[in-house]
């Protein structure tokens, strides 16, 4: 039974960071792609970054140069380091492994995304 956990959310202040940590189980950790999706109230889910199976990483250009996406093979614990927070980055953050290993760099499509965490909430306040 594959398992994703999200946790390190909270409430900070504009211009603080936060990390959140996935920590998978139940999957060949190694060979998925793991990603962050995040949905604020009224809004659809949408993609934030992901780190492939080879490494490589994609991320949105609303956060790219704030946040940075990194993974732990060995531990099967995926990390999404947030800086630099704003209010609108408040939402549910989810955790998602994608197993296709259709590409070394991964996927936006959450249809792609097989399995997914119940969420973490992050509120960045003004």
């Known amino acids: 039974q594959v398992q994703l956990v999200e946790s390190g959310g909270g409430l900070v202040q504009a211009g603080g960071s936060l990390r959140l940590s996935c920590a998978a189980s139940g999957l060949t950790f190694s060979r998925y792609t793991m990603g962050w999706f995040r949905q604020a109230p009224g809004k659809k889910r949408e993609f934030v970054t992901a780190?492939?199976?080879?490494?490589?990483?994609r991320y949105a250009n609303s956060v790219k140069g704030r946040f940075t996406i990194s993974r732990d093979n060995i531990a099967s614990l995926v990390y999404l380091q947030m800086s630099s927070l704003k209010p609108e980055d408040t939402a549910v953050y989810y955790c998602?492994?994608?197993?296709?290993?259709?590409?070394?760099?991964?996927?936006?499509?959450?249809?792609?995304?097989?399995?997914w965490g119940q969420g973490t909430q992050v509120t960045v306040s003004a």
């Open positions: 780190i492939s199976w080879a490494g490589g990483t």
């Open positions: 998602a492994a994608d197993g296709s290993r259709s590409s070394v760099v991964p996927t936006f499509t959450e249809a792609t995304y097989d399995y």
